[in-house]
Structure formats: structure tokens, C-alpha cells
């Protein structure tokens, strides 16, 4: 059974940082591309950013590109999202995703990812 556990949200002030994780199993997690996506209420899953199955290539949603970094430990079945001077638009429930490897991360369609984590809360004040 493949599980993608998020963790590491929570409240903070614009300008803090966070850094989620995500922790797979169930998966040959090297062979899966690995993406963040979020939601804020009432509005529709978001791309936020993608790293692919060889930790070669990135790709950021152009919203957050220079302050978040998404980031990749293959001998440890974890992805990360490192969220610098979050700001309140940040504000959403952040969900990591994995794509077959044969997929291009520049394909940012959330119906490419065959699996998905809980999610985790990402509050930013004011």
C-alpha cells in the first residue's frame, strides 16, 4: 500500500519559513517523480513545484519561484519543500504528489499524479 505522509505545516508570520516533508513507502520512491501542490479554501489544487526521479531537474510554479525549494533524499523515501518569506496568499493545505518517472515534471496536471499525501496546514498571519 503506498503512503505519502506530509508534515512540518503550521501558523506562522509573513516572512518566516517552513519546510514540509514527505515521507513515502509502498513505492520504489526513486522511480517516481515527486511534486507539492496547494489549496486554499474555495479555490481549486494549485502546482506549487515538482523535482523529478533522478533529483536532475526542477520546476516551480512562476508564484513562489526564489522563495520555495523542493528538494529530494532518495536513500531516505522523502521529499521536501523548503517556503521562504511566506506570505499570507501562502496560506493554504499543502499536499506532496508522485508521478511516474516517464512523465515530465513540466506537465503540471494534478491527474498525471497517481498518489497523494493528507496534506498538511500552512497558515501565514499577518
Known amino acids: 500500500q503506498v503512503q505519502l505522509v506530509e508534515s512540518g505545516g503550521g501558523l506562522v508570520q509573513a516572512g518566516d519559513s517552513l519546510r514540509l516533508s514527505c515521507a513515502a513507502s509502498?513505492?520504489?520512491?526513486?522511480?517516481?517523480?515527486m511534486a507539492w501542490f496547494r489549496q486554499a479554501p474555495g479555490k481549486e489544487r494549485d502546482f506549487v513545484a515538482a523535482?523529478?526521479?533522478?533529483?536532475?531537474?526542477?520546476y516551480y510554479a512562476e508564484s513562489v519561484k526564489g522563495g520555495f525549494t523542493i528538494s529530494r533524499d532518495n536513500a531516505k523515501n522523502t521529499a521536501y519543500l523548503q517556503m521562504n518569506s511566506l506570505k499570507p496568499e501562502d496560506t493554504a493545505v499543502y499536499y506532496c504528489?508522485?508521478?511516474?518517472?516517464?512523465?515530465?515534471?513540466?506537465?503540471?496536471?494534478?491527474?498525471?499524479?497517481?498518489?497523494w499525501g493528507q496534506g498538511t496546514q500552512v497558515t501565514v498571519s499577518s
Open positions: 504528489a508522485a508521478s511516474p518517472a516517464y512523465r515530465s515534471i513540466l506537465d503540471i496536471s494534478p491527474s498525471v499524479y497517481s498518489y
Open positions: 509502498g513505492l520504489t520512491f526513486r522511480s517516481w517523480n
Open positions: 523535482i523529478n526521479w533522478n533529483v536532475g531537474t526542477t
